[in-house]
């Protein structure tokens, strides 16, 4: 091969590399990092990509070169040289895709193995799946049940997922995971956050009519924070006389993804206006309070005309002292509005 060819193959090569490279770089393809897990992520997305881009150089400067280079003539009718393979290529072009693709299989699994091994100290988090709401439990705090996940920062974190109905799928896009919530099937996801801040958790599996509205956040906050927070939740969920504000519990749990509140500034539209309960409950011929205690209890008991049956879950779980809060924010909260 002359010295031109070479230099040739070369230029294109590294002008067409330049190219991937800034398409590559240039946009966020990705959103900003979280998690260490993530970290290990990306480190694989960015060896693929470096081999990726390698190899899309390589052939566009062998294409572009051969384009130019053997162009017939126009009148040019004749067949071209009877070649009959060349083995030596052909083993070198067979040889250097299975080193890469087997190098990417190597670090994959390494990655894989290091973001499921669960470190020393883990905070247990139960996560329940259901249309349309996530809810999470902390075993460490007597069962405390939130409507947020609250997570410290730099511990590890293993979320054992349920679905009570159908499949659902937990997804932060800054911790790079994503897990499925199967009925009948325990599933789990480990995380260790190495930021504070307020993330999206997403349902990422189309679950029904108010998938997506199947949102809620998840809260990552300093050790010391995360603990007075868990300490402070344990004493007002657990001793009976603490005074539960309604206002919390409404914050706490995912009422305000369907329904709208103005006092809770809630305006989810997937279910009925809360401002409007008291018109609701002449409609349906019941007490208000009766009515609104029984719509969070018991939802599928009586539907609201106009919207479809079924779609709220039961939160039958909740505990008294919360459930009388709340029912009686939610009348003063209408009656306001
Ligand atoms: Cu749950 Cu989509």
């Given at each position: 091969m002359r010295r031109g060819s070479i230099l040739a193959l070369l230029g294109i090569g590294l002008v067409a590399g330049g190219i991937a490279t800034a398409v590559a770089v240039l946009p966020t393809w990705l959103p900003p990092d979280a998690s260490r897990e993530r970290g290990r992520i990306d480190f694989?997305?960015?060896?693929?990509?470096?081999?990726?881009?390698?190899?899309f150089s390589l052939v566009v400067a062998v294409l572009i070169y051969s384009i130019l280079k053997f162009r017939a003539a126009p009148d040019d009718d004749s067949d071209g040289p009877p070649i009959h393979g060349h083995t030596g290529l052909e083993i070198v072009w067979t040889l250097i895709p299975t080193v890469l693709v087997i190098a990417i299989g190597v670090v994959s699994a390494i990655v894989l193995s290091r973001d499921d091994a669960v470190g020393k100290n883990v905070l247990h988090v139960n996560v329940t799946a259901q249309q349309f709401a996530w809810s999470f439990q902390y075993p460490e705090a007597k069962n405390l049940t939130t409507g947020t996940l609250r997570l410290p920062v730099g511990r590890s974190v293993l979320l054992s997922f349920k679905a009570?109905?159908?499949?659902?799928?937990?997804?932060?896009?800054?911790f790079g995971q994503k897990q499925d919530t199967v009925p009948g099937l325990h599933t789990t996801l480990h995380i260790t956050p190495t930021k504070t801040g307020t993330f999206d958790?997403?349902?990422?599996?189309?679950?029904?009519?108010?998938?997506?509205t199947m949102r809620t956040q998840a809260i990552v906050m300093t050790p010391a924070a995360f603990n007075t927070w868990l300490k402070g939740q344990t004493k007002a969920t657990t001793s009976?006389?603490?005074?539960?504000?309604?206002?919390?519990?409404?914050?706490?749990?995912?009422?305000?993804?369907?329904?709208?509140?103005?006092?809770?500034?809630?305006?989810?539209?997937?279910?009925?206006?809360?401002?409007?309960?008291?018109?609701?409950?002449?409609?349906?011929?019941q007490p208000l309070e009766q009515f609104?205690?029984?719509?969070?209890?018991?939802?599928?008991?009586?539907?609201?005309p106009g919207f479809p049956k079924?779609?709220?879950?039961?939160?039958?779980?909740?505990?008294?002292?919360?459930?009388?809060a709340l029912v009686q924010y939610l009348i003063q909260s209408s009656k306001k509005g």
């Open positions: 694989v997305f960015w060896f693929t990509i470096v081999i990726c881009i390698a190899i009570l109905d159908v499949i659902h799928s937990f997804w932060v896009p800054e958790v997403i349902c990422t599996e189309l679950c029904g009519l108010g998938h997506a009976p006389n603490a005074a539960v504000s309604g206002a919390a519990v409404f914050k706490n749990q995912p009422c305000g993804s369907c329904h709208t509140l103005a006092a809770a500034g809630a305006t989810g539209k997937v279910g009925p206006d809360l401002d409007k309960l008291p018109q609701w409950a002449t409609q349906a011929h609104i205690r029984t719509s969070i209890t018991d939802p599928n008991a009586y539907t609201q079924n779609v709220m879950p039961p939160f039958a779980s909740l505990p008294k002292a919360q459930l009388d």
